[in-house]
Each structure stands twice: as C-alpha cells, then as structure tokens.
C-alpha cells in the first residue's frame, strides 16, 4: 500500500472522527511524555516536544495507518542508563545515530526479520521493563525525589530502603489522590482519558490545600517554556560515534520491535496491514528530527495506537492532530503544568508499567513448565538485573539451542521406531536433521475444495458447519511451528484465507511440537477466522495445542473431528 492510499477517499467525516480521536489521544499523551521524559533524568519539556515531532513525522512517512509516536516506557530503562553513563547531550546523539540505524534497516527490506524474536523472550523483556518502571517511580512516590539514581535494579532498590525514613507524606498524599483518581475514571468513564484528568485533580487539590509543600516540575527542573522548541544542529564527532554506536543500536532495535509490536496490535484491531519496512523508515526519520529539538528517542506507542483506534481514527490525519494538540497546550498552559507536583506523574508511569507487563500471558507460559518457561525466566531476569540487549541476544542463543534440542529429540523418537538400533548413529541423524529443518522453511499442500450445495465438505467435516459460503480450503502443515517458522506460516496463512473462506480445514497431522510463538500465531489466526465469521477445522493436532486452542476459541470457531 503507497502512503497516498491511506488518504483516498478522505472527507469531512472522515477528519471529524479523526479530529475527535486526535484530541483524546493528545490528552492522554501530554502526562505520559512528560513523566517519560522525567522518567529517563531529562527535563519534562523535552518529553512533549518528542510527542509533538515524533507523533506527526511518524504517522506521515510510517507504514502503520493508526500509529501514534512518541516516547514509551519501553525505552526508560535505556535512557535513563545513556544519561546516567554518558549524559543528555550524548543521548540525543544516540538517538541521532538510532534514527539513520533503523532507516537503514527499513531500507535493507529488513522489517520482517524482527517477527524472529520468540515470543518469550519478547514478553520476558517486556516484563522486566515494567518491572524497572514501576520500581523507579517509587522514590516519586514517596518523597524521595533526590536519590542518587543508578544504572542497575539491586542498586536503586538499596537506595530506596536506606531513606525509607525521609518518607515524604504530602507526596505520598498526592500520589494515591492521583491514583484513585485515575481508577474512578477508568472504572466510571472510560472514555475519558484517566491519567490527564488524575494528573490535573492531584495538582489541583496539593496546590490548593498543601502547597510549597510537594515538589513540582518547576522546582525541581525549573518552568517549561511557552514557546516552540529551539532547532539546533548536534556537534557529532567522530569519537562519539565510536563510543554511542552501540547504545544507538540498543535504541533503533528496540524501538524497531516495539514499532512493529504496535504496528501488528493496530493491524488485528482495524482490519489493515502495516508495511514493516516503511514503518522502520517513518522511526528513523522521527529520531533523527526529535533530537534536534532536545526531544528523547520515540517508538509506536501500544496503548496510544489502541486508543487512537477506540475513538475512531480514521486516518493518520488523527495522530498529526494529537501532535499539533500537545503543542498547542505548550504554548498555552505551559505556565501552569510547571506546577504539576512530580508525586502526580508517577502513578500515571506505575500504571503504565501494569498494563504492559504481560501478566497473564506470563503466568501462563511460566505454568506451561516447558523451554519456553525456562526462556522466559531468564530473558526477564537478565532484563532485572543486567540490561536489555544483554537479554535479548542471550535469549535469542538460548532460543535456538533449545529449538535444536527439540528437533533432535523428536527425531530420535522417530528413529527408534525404525530398524536404527545404533544409539550415537540415531542422535547423530537427529543433529544433522534438526539443522536441516533449520535452515528451510515451512511446507504447505493446499487446496482448493468446493462444497455441494448443502453446505457440506469433505467426510471430515462436522455436521454444524453447514450454512456457509461455499469454498472451503485445505491446508496441510508439515514441520516444527516454533519462532523461527512462525512469520513465514502467518504470512502464508493469511494469503490463503485472504478470500475469506467459510471453512479452513488446517491439518496438524505433521507438526512435531509447537512452541509459545507458533501458539500465538494460531491464536491470532483464530482472532482472524472469527472476525470475518469463518470456522476452523483442525485435523490431528497435538494434545496441548488442541486444549490452547479451544481455551482461545471464544466464539466457538474451531472444530476437530473428534469433536
């Protein structure tokens, strides 16, 4: 899709649902990217002014319809340790760096490669990112704004527990007025954004009944102007690039991944598809433009793009107005959110930090008691207590390892039954079939099949599934479903039941194991099928991928013939 497509047919309509959308998603911004900024050790201005570029050059040259950009919490632990290592001139030649980084990964045609990362490793980081979030707002919380900070988790948590007794109880007031705050809202108007209005109330009630008594925006970084932020061109040498290239590369490859992240939750929500590729290109322009106006490196954001969607956006034309909206609310009431006590913003980031803590998809991988478990503990250990590239690549080695390990094992299982009685030849065998499977990608049969005009398929089919449309297409799998295969068999996938077939009839017969990701992608296949009102035959599928599926299959889509 060219980037004009996403404008044809644009009216007035269509800009007033995405005026409408625009202007939620900008109140919902303006807390976040100054508690983000603050967040990383940089003053809250340069937050909004990432929100306002970033969020407009993004959703103009991005390949993602709905996304809204800007600075996530994703990024904090990141760049906070940048400043803390280097210092804030430095990071905003990272992020420089990091923009030209991930143009050329789009570039490259590279986009894709990114849908590799397992799906443990990718919520193992994720938690252990909300983890160092939520963690590092609790000095805010409690009045303990001027802690020394340091680069490492068990560090910062030595800090805090050493002046528990400086707690600071007028923050501590303000932090749980926010909070409550914010959940009333959410709990009896959830269309209103929670964190603006819990922000706003908190400020308000300390200002008026305790004030000089919280520490402020103001106080402690001094008022944020009421002007456009200053252009100023970086003195990049070439010793810095020496010594930042490696934390830029941290930042363009997480912010590639969350990009992405967002781009497909965008896609399963509206119904589109994002180019990945472009989508790398529109990041790396924002983050070579953001730093010249002392702005923070940016990504998609997740929920901002799911809100974005809530309320009706119907083109990118919604995220340019979010951007405009924030820069607006600068130049106006710049004076009076420097007043904004420091204990306000951190509930808005500890909220933030739950809601992306994949939790439940945790919990259940972790109860599976299986590699991906084991994955996922030492990603989101790793991410704790050392740093995030250091989790990512370790992750990703011990990810292949145990993919291999799997296909020996199933290989040998299937030697044994063969007149291989040799123990050392039959492992053997299994090695070298395992990186035979490993460097090829997946096989798919399909076909085809007409249905009479009662509606019934192949003997296969159950009885219920009569009174559909009348194509049918069967789909054989042959090969482990595990991340490595997974973007190929999405894709392929997809392609196939582009014509929206009444019933898919998806033969496992041949698969050997599915791990964590090939149970999100079939997941998500099913999200698909129910969308567009299909049915799902599964033929021969194992054990615990039939008892996932029929656990995600809310609307009674799937069918086995054991059924």
Known sequence: MRALDRFVGYNRDLFRKDLIAGLIVGMIAIPLGMAFAIAVGVKPE???????????????????????????????PVLLAIVLQYGYKELLIAGFLSGILLIMMGLLRVGKAIQFIP?????????????LIFSGQIPNVLGLGQLEKHEYFLLNMKEILLHLSSVHFYSLLTAIICFLVIMAVQRWLPKIPGSFIGMIASAVIAMLLFPAHVETIRTAYGAIPSALPKFQWLDIQLHDIRMLLFPALT?????????LLSAVVADRMS?????????????????MAVPLFGGIPATGAIARTAANIKNGAASPIAAVIHGLFV????????????EIPLASMAPILMIVAWNMSERKEFSQILKAKTTDSLLLISTFVLTVLTDLVTAIWIGMAAAVVFYLLRMVAAHVRTLESSKESNVLQRIAKGWGQAFKNATSWYKFQCKVMPVSASGKISEMAAADFSNHQQTSIHVKLQGAMSFISAPQVKEALLQLASSKPGIIQLDMGEVPYIDTTGEALLHSFIQYVQGYGGKLLLIDPQMRTKGMLQQADKQGVIRMPNQ
């Open 46 to 76: 340069y937050g909004l002014y990432t929100t306002i570029i970033a969020g407009i050059i993004i959703a103009l040259f991005g390949g993602t319809r709905f996304q809204i950009g800007g600075p996530t919490g994703a990024f904090v």
């Open 119 to 131: 799906r443990p490793v990718t919520i193992g980081f994720t938690a252990g990112i909300a983890v």
């Open 251 to 259: 930042i363009a490859l997480l912010g590639g991944i969350e990009s």
């Open 271 to 287: 119904g589109t598809a994002h180019n990945s590729n472009r989508e790398l290109v529109g990041q790396g322009l924002a983050n």
């Open 327 to 338: 820069l607006l609310v600068v130049m106006l009431f710049a004076r009076w959110a420097s």
